[in-house]
């Protein structure tokens, strides 16, 4: 049952390579959307919802489940509540940018702050990952899943000028916007790993393969992927 995380910079090809992965590998592919969207519809159903069953498979109910026992853990030692403190959504939680992120205060007074942010950050990424069969993108996954031995790592990078000319060609962007916004992206990324897990996003020992994606294509990118989540032996404990 594998469990990949894929990281890159914005415009490597990572979110590509992640899905056509997941599609090699015939497992379910999670991203920041998907989390935020499966806790805006959670925050609507929560009164609603059925206990939490671990026989769940499909993706939607793995979610569901890993969200919902959130907010009851939550909810049972007192916390911080996602769901419902200050009138935060969980979705608001999750919908944070790296760079928004990584300015949370260190303490909150009852809102939102780093500590609790890692916290619920941390509980839903283990939660998805925790049965397997699963790609996860970004979010600090790699570092979070980290010591987990049946977890792969995947990195992703490419040239500067290939995803600025990548953004001009998919986006439409004049190549000054698109330098500015791989150059704030590039930084966000960067505190936010710093902040959170005290390391940099692209330390060689985060990551299991590295692929260049401005030179290998999604298709091949995708065969290797599932290459070493099947030969690539465990960690050393």
């Known amino acids: 049952m594998p469990v990949i995380t894929v ?10 390579i992640a899905l056509a992965a997941a599609a090699e590998l015939g497992i379910e592919f999670v991203d920041q959307m998907i ?3 499966a806790a805006r519809e959670l925050g609507v159903t929560v009164a609603a919802m059925e206990q939490r069953d671990e026989r769940t498979t499909s993706i939607g109910e793995r979610l569901a489940s890993v969200l919902n026992s959130l907010m009851e853990r939550s909810a049972a030692v007192g916390t911080f509540d996602p769901i419902s403190g200050g009138g935060m959504g969980l979705e608001t939680v999750l919908a944070r940018t790296y760079g928004e ?12 702050d780093e500590d609790r942010y890692i916290k619920t950050l941390t509980s839903v990424i283990k939660g998805v990952a925790a049965r397997g069969n699963v790609v996860l993108l970004g979010r600090g996954s790699q570092a979070i899943l980290h010591s987990d031995p049946d977890t792969r790592h995947v990195y992703v990078a490419a040239s500067k000028e290939w995803r600025i000319d990548s953004l001009i060609k998919n986006e439409g962007m004049t190549r000054p916007d698109a330098e500015r916004r791989i150059d704030k992206s590039d930084a966000n990324r960067r505190a936010f790993h710093l902040r959170y897990f005290k390391m940099e996003f692209n330390n060689p020992h985060l990551y299991d393969l590295a692929i260049n994606g401005g030179q290998i294509s999604t298709t091949a ?12 032996a465990p960690k050393p404990g």
């Open 35 to 37: 989390l935020v969207e």
């Open 101 to 112: 992120a990584a300015e949370l205060p260190s303490g909150g007074g009852g809102q939102l």
């Open 7 to 16: 990281s890159g910079y914005l415009a490597s090809g990572a979110r590509e």
């Open 221 to 232: 990118a995708a065969k290797m992927i599932a290459i070493a989540a099947a030969e690539l």
